[in-house]
C-alpha cells in the first residue's frame, strides 16, 4: 500500500499533527466504518477493526469529538487483533447536523471531505425547503456542495425543476442524471480520483447508494426496489468509507430523516445571501423582518420579490440555530414543530 496516504488526502497539515503522537509509537489510519459502537481504520498494513480509548472517550465532550469516517486519527495498530484510537487529527471539513430527538448533541456524519453531492430526486422525494437544510449544512462543512439530481427519467418538468433549484442553491454546480440509466453520470467522475474524498447525502431512498456503485463501477452498495408509492427503499444503515481502486474515497451515510440545524450561522449566511443582503438594508440593525418599520426583508415580500416559503424557510433555521445556541437549561422546546409536515415527501 505504498502512498496509501496521498491517495487518501493525506497532507502537510496531517503530517504536522501526527507528529508528537508518532514520537509515542502510534501510527495513522483513517476511519473507513462507523456502525453504532463499531469501527474499522485503515492503516499501511490493511483494513483493521478498532474501538475508541478509553482516556479519549473520558476527555470526550460529546459524540462530535470521537472518531467519525473520514477522520484521520492517531491510532496503535497491533499485527494482530483490534486497533486503538487514542486521538482524532484536526480535521479540513465537517458534515454535522443535530441528532433527532430534544438533546442537543452533534452527528458527524463524514469529515475531511472535499465535495459533498447533495442528492434529491427528481420524483416524490423533489423537495426544495429540505434541499436548503443540506445546502446549509453542506456549506457550513467547508467542503463544496454540487446538487445532483437524480432520476432524471422520471421527471415531468425538467426544465422549471432546474430553474427552482439554481434560484436557492446559491451558485453551487447543478447535474441531473439518472443513476438507474447511468445518464449524465459521467459529469460527477471530476470529483473523484486520487487525493479526493466526496460524501453523498440525501432522504432515504433517493438513490444514493446505485450512485455510488455507478462511480466505483461495482456493487459494491446494497440497492433497494422502489416501493408501491414510487419512493425508494431506505437500504444503507451505515457510515462508510469506500476505498477507490485509482485512489480517492466516497462516503456514503444513511438517508436522512431529518435534517436538524447544528452551528451553521455561516452556512444559512451562504445559502440564504439574498435575504442576508436585504437584512442590511434595513432600518435597524436589530430587525426582525416581523413588523418593525424601514424593513426591507419585508418590502420584498410584498411587492414579490422575496418569496413567502423561502422567507419562512430562513426564519425556522435561524431559529433552530438561536436554539442550540442558548444555554442547555435556558432552551425550551425545540422550535421545528411549525413547518414539520411540510417537509415531507413531495413538497415544493
Known sequence: MSDWKADQGWGPDFDAAMKPYALKGLEPARVI??????????????????RTGGRMLHKAHDQGDLPAVGDWVAARIPEAGEALVNAVLPRRSAFVRKVAGENATPQVLGTNIDTVLVVMGLDRDFNLRRLERFMTLAWQSKATPVVVLNKSDLAQDLATDLEVVNDITRGAAIYTMSAITGAGMESLRQYIGPGKTVA???????????????????????????????????????????????????????????????????????TFDDIEALAKNCKFGDCRHLAEPGCAVKTALEDGSLEEERFESWLELQR?????????????????????????HGTR
Do not use: F
Not at 456503485?213 to 419512493?231: F, P, Q, S, W, Y
Not at 437549561?329 to 411549525?338: F, N, Q, V
Open 200 to 270: 453523498l447525502l440525501g432522504s432515504s431512498g433517493v438513490g444514493k447508494s446505485t450512485l455510488v456503485n455507478r462511480l466505483v463501477g461495482a456493487e459494491v452498495m446494497t440497492t433497494g426496489e422502489l416501493k408501491d408509492d414510487g419512493r425508494g427503499r431506505h437500504t444503507t444503515t451505515k457510515r462508510e468509507l469506500i476505498v477507490l481502486p485509482g485512489g480517492g474515497a466516497i462516503i456514503d451515510t444513511p438517508g436522512l430523516r431529518e435534517v436538524q440545524m447544528w452551528a451553521a450561522e455561516g452556512g444559512l449566511a451562504k
Open 320 to 344: 433552530e440555530i438561536e436554539w442550540l445556541q442558548k444555554p442547555g437549561d435556558s432552551r425550551g422546546a425545540r422550535p421545528e414543530g411549525k413547518r414539520r409536515a411540510r417537509l415531507g
Open 33 to 50: 466504518l462507523v456502525y453504532r459502537k463499531q469501527l474499522k481504520v485503515l492503516s499501511h498494513r490493511g483494513e483493521h477493526w478498532a
